[in-house]
Every structure is written in C-alpha cells, then in structure tokens.
C-alpha cells in the first residue's frame, strides 16, 4: 500500500437565438455529418504570457486502470488476474510498488521528470456502470442533477463573463456536454481539412440569407448575421493555424487531437480550455484485452509525451497543463473472455512543468471490494476542484461545481 501524499437562471434571449441558429445547420462540419459549432473570434489573437491553458483528455470507454499503473506490489493483483496480469519484470517501475504498462514509455519519462501526478481511486458514490451516464456525470461535475451546462463550460462562465470567443475548444466530430455553457459558444472541430460550413439541403435557404452582405433589419438579424460571420472567419483560422503548423516532435503512431491543440496554441488563440476525446468507446475491453489495451495506451502515451515536448519547444510548457481521465475504470478480476469488465475507481494523471509529480490520494484496496468492485477513494470533483483554483485560478470552485470540494495540492504554480 502506498501512503497518499495530499497538501492539503433561465436563458436570455440571445441564448434561444444563438440555439436557434446552429439548430438551422449554421455550423462548419468535422468527419461526420453531425453539425458542430464555432465561436466569435472576439477578442486578440495572442494571449497574455500568463494566461495559463488546461486541456482535458478524456480515454472513452473505460480505461483499465490496474492494468494501466499497475500495482505489482500486491499479489491480490496476480490472484484477481492469472492471465491478465501484467509480469512485474516487463513493467515500467516508477517505485517498490507500482509501474506503468510496458509500452508506456512517455508517461515513464513524463513521471520520473516530476511532471506527473497520479490521483489514485478517483471516483464518486453511487457509481454508474453505464458508459453514458457515468460520462454525464463526469462532463456536468455533478452526478445525478441533470445540469444542463458542463464543468468546463461552468467555469469558462466563472472566469470570462462576457462570453470572449476562443475561450473553449473541442477537438471531436461533435461537442462535449463538457464544454457546453452559458455564455461562451466552444469552437468544436475535428479534422480541420474537412472543415468546412454545411447544412442540411432544406436548409440551404436560411443559409445563404445569413451571408455577410446583406443589411439587418433589426437587432436579432443583426445578432444572427455575427455569429454566421464569425463560424465562417473561425472556418479560416482553424484552416490556417492547422495548415501552416510544422513540428519535429514525434507525436507518436496515432495523433489523435493534441498536435491540433498545439497548432492553436502556435498560432496563438486566445483559448484558455481544449477538450480532447480519444475515439468513442475505444477503452471499452470486454474480451481479448491485453494486446488491444498495450497498442492503446501505448497511443495515449506517446501522444501526451509528445505535446508536452511540442510545449517545451513553443515556450509554453509553463502555461500548459494536461488532465487525463476515464468514464470509471474496470472490475478487478479478469473476466471469462480475457478482458475486463464495467468497474469504478480508476486513476486520473495531471501531467505538465507546474505539476507536482508523485502519488496522490489512498490507494484502494484490492481485497476490501464492493461486489467484486474497488471503492473510490477520491471524489473525480477534488481533481477539478484543483484545475479550477490551484490551476486555472479561479477562487470558487463551489460555484462552479455546485458544492464544496477541497482541492489537491498538485499544482506548484
């Protein structure tokens, strides 16, 4: 057992006409034909020094934690996982008790340079062993309450009022419940070569009476005709910012979003949130895990090792940090199929310079279960929690996630 090492309304009008609006198929188009939408360029393009930025990666599907910061230490371990366990001598030792799945060799180096901090056993009470649900839970911050904005959109809406566009990026075909918010339209897109405007063919009408040129006629065309105009100026920047990005950093086999964050970042929009999902339900490994679950995190590692690095090259690995989570982890016995099963707890990664590396929060047990289950240790809310004060400075994290959570001491900055 490792010790833990904690330090302790309704919608205005405008929000019906901007729904409305994107409801119409105003909107630029990723990969798929779902429509996602685009926010107002509002304010300059390059942000102040100190403007720090967080990016959220979530790993849809429920990652195996156990088998991700394996806890070779423990021979309950070896007893709950006779064939899926992973052999001690192959893994990526980080310690005398834990060590990384073998093919995890940026979260090895990201670690050992202090910039890593693993919260162990995060979860929340009453856990939801469906993928959907738990997800909600996870992207509103706020199990069972039905919210209607998400974490990240909540605080975008704490710390920037007035909605200044950029502020939350989304970097999937479609947009995350996470980001949504009040006051501030994310930019969502996936694959900026397929980025273009689009709508539904009985919608073409309503499309080209919003195109710049012609004059309002009163103040809700008016408000209609900007936000066309800006989803169509955020099409050309999103284009130009991607296009014209060059990088040596080896971002690894699989790029999935991050090298696209580091091109905003390049190109300097003023985005303070990126939100990155890996593809849908990817994690999800009910049967033949071990070989899928070795080639994914592998993806995972070296992709966040190489946009940290890219970070480190910009100048900007200061202002950057990177949270890693899962929708829940899996059952701490193997299954029948050779996989793992819908679980609870699992560990979430804070990874970037002001971190502070090591082990945070009580490491569950793995003979003390619930139903064949780990029991949480650490409320997911304290991690964001931490991002919202310690991280991204904004001093109530109440407000923002609805109650009150204490933050972990992460972050040293």
Not at 33 to 40: I, K, Q, W
Request: hydrophobic share 40%; net charge neutral; glycine share 10%.
């Amino acid at each position: 057992m490792v010790a833990p090492h904690e330090h302790r309304g309704g919608p205005a009008r405008r929000d019906i006409l901007r729904g409305a609006l994107f409801g119409s198929g105003v909107a630029l188009l990723g990969n798929s034909a779902t429509p996602v939408v685009l926010s107002s360029p509002a304010r300059a393009a390059t942000p102040a020094a100190n403007e720090r930025i967080l990016v959220v990666v979530e790993l849809s599907g429920a990652n195996d934690g156990l088998n991700t910061v394996v806890p070779y230490g423990d021979d309950a371990y070896y007893r709950a996982r006779p064939k899926l366990g992973l052999p001690a001598r192959n893994l990526r030792r980080i310690d005398d008790h834990f060590g990384f799945q073998p093919r995890m060799a940026g979260f090895e180096r990201l670690y050992k340079d202090g910039q890593m901090a693993i919260v162990h056993g995060v979860g929340y009470d009453h856990p939801s062993f469906s993928h959907f649900t738990s997800m909600s839970y996870w992207h509103t911050g706020a199990p069972n309450s039905g919210d209607a904005y998400g974490w990240l959109g909540r605080l975008a809406d704490a710390i920037d009022t007035t909605g200044n566009g950029d502020f939350l990026v989304d970097i999937q075909s479609g947009q995350s419940l996470a980001v949504r918010a009040q006051h501030h339209v994310p930019l969502v897109f996936d694959d900026p070569a397929h980025f273009s405007r689009g709508a539904f063919y009985d919608e073409q009408v309503a499309m080209r009476s919003l195109s710049p040129g012609g004059k309002p006629r009163n103040a809700s065309e008016a408000f209609l005709f900007q936000v066309a105009h800006s989803a169509q100026t955020a099409e050309q920047r999103v284009h130009e910012a991607c296009s014209a990005y060059r990088t040596p950093i080896d971002y690894g086999l699989v790029r999935f979003g991050l090298e696209r964050v580091a091109a905003l970042v390049a190109a300097g929009f003023a985005t303070r949130i990126y939100y990155v999902s890996y593809p849908r339900n990817a994690f999800d490994t009910h049967v033949y895990q071990a070989d899928t679950h070795a080639r994914l995190l592998m993806y995972v590692s070296d992709h966040i090792a190489g946009f940290m690095q890219d970070m480190q090259r910009l100048g900007r690995a200061g202002d950057v940090t990177v949270m890693v989570f899962s929708e829940f982890g899996r059952r701490v016995a193997e299954n029948a199929n050779l996989g793992t099963d819908h679980g609870t707890a699992a560990p979430v990664f804070v990874i970037g310079a002001p971190v502070r590396g090591g082990h945070y929060g009580e490491v569950p047990s793995l003979t003390d279960l619930d139903d064949g289950n780990l029991k949480f240790t650490t409320d997911f809310r304290r991690v964001y929690a931490t991002m919202i004060t310690q991280w991204m400075g904004c001093p109530d994290a109440t407000a923002v996630l609805r109650q009150d959570m204490a933050p972990l001491g992460i972050m040293g900055a």
